[in-house]
Structures are given as C-alpha cells and as structure tokens.
C-alpha cells in the first residue's frame, strides 16, 4: 500500500510538472484590441501571435468568448483557427451579439491553444451599458431579415418596473436581466412596411422601431453599348428587398457609383475600344453586399437607337417605298441589317432587307386597297446582338385593283337552283365592291352589293345550266366563277354519322375518279332552314377538317361531299354529326302495354323525333319488373324497328313497364307503365260483367229518362183521339122508305190519310201504266168508328157515283178515293180489310144479301138522295 501511494504521488507531480511547462511554454495572444460598435451592434476583435507561441503552426487555434459582466454568464463562446503566414502574424473577428450593446455591459476575452498546450485568458474587454432616468428601448432603429430571432432590451428608470413589452401591436412578456433591464426575444417572419414594426415598452410613448426585409437579390447582369462611347448594363433586380430611404439597396458598377439604379440599369462613359473585359456590379444594403460580373466585348455589343424621319414616298397597288436617318454620326460606318413590319387587318408581318439602309426602300407583295403601319429597326450584320428599337410608325393605303375570283356554290330548293357567294374580305375585294353580276345562258342580272345569293333556275333541264358570277368594283370586274346546275335532283347516299369534338369536325371520305377539279364539302343544320356554308378541298385529298365558331352544341348538322368533275358537281355522300352530343330534355310518349292470351304483352310507344334529338339514337331499351318476384329483366330494341315489341313468357302478376331511349351519353326519356295478367277466362268474365254492367246502367237512364218525359213522348208517339158520340140529330126519317141517313161533318183529312192516298195513287198508275183497270177509291171526311164490321169479298158490277165514300182500313195504310170511283177488283185483290167506318157505296155493285135489313134497294135505285 505504502508502495502504491508513492507511485501515484510520483505520478501526479509529474502531470503537474509538464502543466506548468506547456503554461510557461503558450504565451497567448498579444496586442489584444476589442471594438464595440454600437451603431452597426457588432464587436470586432483583432490580436496578435506571440513570437514564442509556435509561430507558424497550422495547428493554433484561439478560444473566444463573450461574457455577460455582471453574472460572468456566457454569452457567446468560438473557436478560431488562424493559418500560418511568414508576413504577418495579425487576425480579425467579429460578431453580432443577440443582446444589444447598450442593454448591459459585456467583456471579450481569448486564449490559444495548441495540442495540449493552452495559455492563459487575456485580459478582460468590458463594454458598459447605458443607464436612463426613462424607459428606453434598444437596438434602435434595427434592420433585421425575414425569418430571423431578435432580442430587443428595455431599460427602466429607477423604481419602474413591466411585466410585458408590444411588438407590433403584440404582448409579449418580459425577461429581467439586470436591476433594471427587462428583454424580449421575438422570432420576425414577415417582412415589415416601409416604416417597420414597433417596439414599445412601459408606455406608449417609449419604444424604437424595426425594419424586416431581405438583403440583395439581383442577378443577370448584362453590359452593352448603344453610342458606341459608354457602356449601359441592367439586370433582374430578383426579389424585392422591402427596404426604403436610407435603407434602400446601392449599387456600384466597377467601384464607380450608379445613378440609374432606380431603373436598375448603370451607365457610364468608356473606351469600347478596350476589347473584352469584365464588368462587376455590387448590391449593398443592411443586410447584406451583393456582387454580379458580366465579361463583354463592347464592339460585339451594340444596341442601335431606333431610326428617325421614317416616311413612305410612293405608293401603288402592291407595292410602296419607305426612307428613314440617324441621328448618330457613329451608325454611319457600321453594316447593318434592318426589319420592316407591317401591320394591317389586325395581322403583323415582319420582313428583313440587309444593307446600311440610306436609299428607298421597295416593299413588295402588298394587298391593293390594304391600310399599311409600317415600322423600322435595325441590328448589326457582322457582330449581331439584338435589334434596336422600333421606329415610329407610319401609315398608309395602296391603291385598288380588280377583284378577286369569287367562291361560289349552290343550294338546290325543290325546282329551284340557288347560287351562292361568299363575300370578298378586304384582301380579296381590292376595294369596295359596287355590285354582282349573274350570267347563265342568254340572261344575266345585276345584284346589289349586300346580296351573296341568286334564284337563277326553275326546273331541271336535260342538258345542264352553267352559271358565272363576278364582282365588281371602281378599277374593274372579277375573273368569272362558274358552276353548273345538275341536270336532275342527285340521290343522296348516306355515309354513316361522323363525331365532332372540339368546336369542329375531321371528315375523311373516299376518292372518286371524276373528282377533276377536287371536293366540296357543304353543311348546314339538318332541322333547320338555313344558307348552307362550304369548303373547297384541292384535288388528291380526301380529308378536311371543318372547323368554326358558329357550331352549335347539342345540334345535328349535315354534311354533303360534292366531286368537283369539269360539269355539275357530283354528290357523293352526305353524313350526320354532333360537334357536341347532348342528353335531350324530352320523354317517350304514347307508352301502351296490351295483353294477348295468358303469357304475352305487346308494348308500343312513340318513339323521339329526329328534330327533338341532341344525340345520336343507337336503340331502345325495355325494363319490366315482376313485382310479384321482385325480377327485372330487360330488352333491347333497334332504333329502326317499328316502336313494338311483344314480350313472351310472362306469368300472372303485376309488371312495371320502362322505356327508355338509349345514346352514347346515357339513357333518357323514361316512360314507365303498369299492367296486371290475368287468365283470359277471366278477362272473358270480367268483360262480359262490365258489358252487362253498361247496359244496366244505361237502361236505368233511359228508363228513368221516359219517366220523367212521358207526357212528351205519349204526345209525339200517340196522341189522345176524342171518343165518339151518338147525337139523335145525326139520324133523320125518311118518309118513302122508311131508313135514317147518317149526316157525318166533314173534317179535313189526317196525314195518314194523305199517306194512303199517295201509296194508292202510286199503285194505281203502276197498273195504269201495265194496262189495267184503275183503281179509285172514295174518300171520307170523317173518322168515325162503325159499329159493324163487314167484309167486302163479292165482286162488283159496275160504279155510280157518290157523295159519300167509305174508307178501307188496311195494315198501317188508310185508302181514299176522291173521284168516288170505286173498282171492284182493286177490292177483291186488296188483303182483307175491315169496314171501321160508315159510308155509301154504289148500290149497284152491293149484292142483296150484303145489304142491311129495313132497305129497298130497289126503291132507291132511282132516287139517288136515298140512304
């Protein structure tokens, strides 16, 4: 143990021993001096290398460390390490504190260290802070960056106190670091206004402000010459810094001051002759120094001025001469090469023309009647940098010419052939037009201006009629378009629909060997009346895109493709198409659901019109739901089947019926029926109740109906006939014979009367007409009943006249003869007839037995008053 004891002992004096030879052999930095610059809060520090201290050594390196005086806190602590140089043995640092110079006091002390080797601190390089009888708040008037932590210090008076200080508007609570120092530190991630944030504390009336921006960020520097005896450079200023006044950005180019920095561009007077070089532009602002270096030949870097005294000195109709100057002397001796635009009708087009520009210049390929802007620049020929800016513009108009060939188609309505033109623009016409001239056979007609259309034909002839069409204006006429009619109306053949997209349509059709003179391809609106418009396709291609703004979505157009051959024009094909297909908005009507027998249902509806439709119909399709199984099935019918269908295997039950109609984009126009099967037993009963149903029904009506009208109807169907009644005058003695005459008053005859009298008349002419003997019956003025009834069946003899008459009543038919003539085989051949009524007839054709007992006929034969 003793032995151990001394080992270590041993041991310890040793370490402690080479310690005090490396702390005698580092002698640290000499020369110390510290700089606390409030104004800019930074503290710089140079020092210098003792001699002795290895001088030389890449391996030395200096501790320092900035310390909060009053409690020794450190506050900041780096280790430098400085490179050997055999000239000179002086190093600088320097540092931003976080707490302000001002807010307490702060010391600055170092150290070298090499290896294991360290020397002593040096002494210690105190900044004292500042004492207030009022609250001040510091760093004052501080640039910071975006994004970036700061510590602002409020020093009280004596016996004031806070416990929060406002940073924009905000309350933060305060840290005292000292008796009467409170701190606050604040993390700035917007930039600020141009006049900055403020800081108060203890009231309102203290505080500082603070300005957030960014240092420099230009770039793209680029240097040039436009005189040919200074040098102009600019550059992309980048982001805005947000820093103003004294704050703002200053730039330097080449060391020499920039007065033009506000436009970002720096000029200055220099030899261009110097060949290349190179050209730095430095950016300084608070937060930062920027610099930017662009190497140029200035000879290869000339930026021309625009010229001046541009004019136009003559004009025609396709071309005119420009001239234009300099105001520079230099420009004279370079070579250049010069762009001339034009612009008209809302178009620009450029043209280059090389040469040092100091004759007119001819521009040629000019539209007649074309109002002209012309402008000039110019660039170097050899060294070609950039064009120089435009020149003013001039204007002016070439003079007209004739116009050009018109477009011209047809329409053919019904009988009549239409011819159509398009208008002439403005680089067509050549000038205004007066007027149009149509010609076909021996006639031509004059048409206005405003009119692009001419009825020219009525009917088809059987050779063709060929039609030109010019235009005119104030120099002259158009070359004549032609077109011939076809001889007769052209069958049109369907070439399938075509898929618009986009506001056009891409049409690709077959070739024909008579297409001499190319296609054409017209189209209008298939539902509407319109002016068809069309597109002239060259000869070999057999595709055209048409395309325009006046397509409408949602609208079928028809498209026809005509070949152009040396006469009419050949139809070749016609098809359908949708720039845009739409779901139409409308139903399916007349949806009907009839049952046949027991396990069949035929379902018909109306199908959508053509002119209804916004898309391309591809079929028909049927939902039908067994309520009873909860089952739906379904069926698809074609677009161009009859709008029927039967549907077979049904069972008995309750069915919902759908029709839809069916497109690319969907179904639509759902129309939705029910119907219940039934056994057709029972459809047999169910009608035969419901007929017999109906008829009871109606029965009732008509039965209650006559109730409540039979006093009418009995007085339209029979009306009451006064009953007769025996008078003693009627009967008067006659004192020869011993028999009473009956005295009837006459009465005018009744319609059946007349009636009888027509229907016997009627036969009587008949057998007059066939030779046999007429037949003439009595009349009667009365209708009074006979107590007897006799049947006439003898037959007669011969006829006496009588003022008296009886009449024979036979089925729905009453005789009358007026002439009192009465035939005896008319009454043999009449059906047997009942006597109703009392009359006279001719005694003579009476057999005895036939007459009433009490008389004398022979007593009375030649008394022709007896009764």
Known sequence: MLDFLLGASLVFLFIQKQACQANDQMHGPQHVLVNFNCSEQRICVTWEDHPS??????????????????????LHHEAVHVTSDPISSKHHWSWTPVLPLQCASQSVRLRSRYQNYISQWSPLQT?????????????????????????????????????????????????????????????????????????????????????????????????ETRDLVSVECDWDIGRDTRLTKKRKTVYRLNDRACHDETKFKCKQTTDVEQGERN?????????????????????????????????????NARSASVQ????????????????????????????????????????TDLAPAQSYTVKVRCGLAQHFWKWGDWSSGRTFQTKEDIPEMLDVWMQIEGNQTLILWKSLTANQSHGGILDYEVTWGNQNTTVLPTQHCFPVIDQFTSEGQRVTVTARN???????????????????????NVIGGNGMFDLVWSASPNASCGYV??????????????????????????????????????FSIYAGTSGAPELLESREGYVKECLPEVRITG?????????TVQISWTGVPPENQTSFLLRYVIYYYDNSNSEMKTVYVPADEPEAKNLTGLTMGVYTFTVKAVTSLGEYGAATKHLKMTDPVDQLITVMFICLGSIAILLTLVTVLCYKKRNCIKNSLYPKIPKPAWNDKWLTKQDNYGCQILHVDRCPPSMLDQMCERELSGEAEAENDAGSTD??????????????????????????????AMPFQCPGIELRNHSYNLVPQAALDMEPCSMDYLSVLDLNTIPMSKLPHGCDLDSRRNNPNAT
């Open 474 to 496: 104030s120099v002259g006429r158009s070359p004549p378009s032609a077109i011939t009619i076809p001889r007769r109306p052209q069958r049109m053949r369907s070439g399938g």
């Open 127 to 223: 900044n004292n802070g500042i004492n207030s009888s009022h609250p001040v708040v510091y760093p004052r008037d501080r640039v910071v960056q975006v994004d970036s932590n700061v510590t602002f210090c409020c020093i009280l008076g004596p016996g004031q106190s806070v416990k929060v200080m406002d940073y924009n508007n905000i309350s933060i609570n305060a840290t005292k670091i000292g008796p009467l120092v409170y701190e606050i530190r604040v993390r700035v991630l917007t930039h600020s206004p141009w006049n900055g944030f403020n800081v108060q504390c203890f009231s309102t009336l203290y505080g500082t402000c603070v300005y957030v921006g960014y240092p420099p960020g230009d770039r793209n520097l680029t240097c």
């Open 53 to 74: 201290d290895l001088k030389g050594s890449d391996q030395l390196i200096y501790d320092l460390e900035v310390l909060l005086t009053d409690s020794m806190k450190e």
């Open 279 to 315: 050209w730095t532009l430095t950016a300084r602002n608070p937060l930062g120094t920027l610099e930017l270096v662009d190497r140029a030949d200035l000879k290869k870097r000339v930026h021309l001025f625009a010229p001046v005294g541009l004019e136009v000195l003559e004009v």
């Open 775 to 804: 037949i003439i019956l009595p009349s009667t003025d009365s209708y009074l009943p006979a107590p007897h009834v006799n049947n006439v069946q003898a037959p007669l003899e011969h006829t006496i006249s009588t003022p008296h």
């Open 324 to 363: 234009w100057r300099w105001d520079q002397e230099q420009y004279k001796l370079l070579s250049m090469v010069c762009q001339v635009q034009l612009e008209y009708s809302g178009r620009i087009e450029k043209k280059e023309y090389p040469g040092s520009v100091v004759v007119p210049l001819v521009l």
């Open 521 to 558: 391809v017209d189209w209008c609106p298939t539902y509407r009346q319109c002016r068809p418009e069309w597109l002239k396709v060259p000869t070999g291609t057999t595709r055209a895109r048409v395309q325009l703004v006046r397509f409408e979505e949602c609208v079928r157009y028809t």
């Open 591 to 599: 949806l009907e659901t009839k049952q046949y027998g027991s396990d």
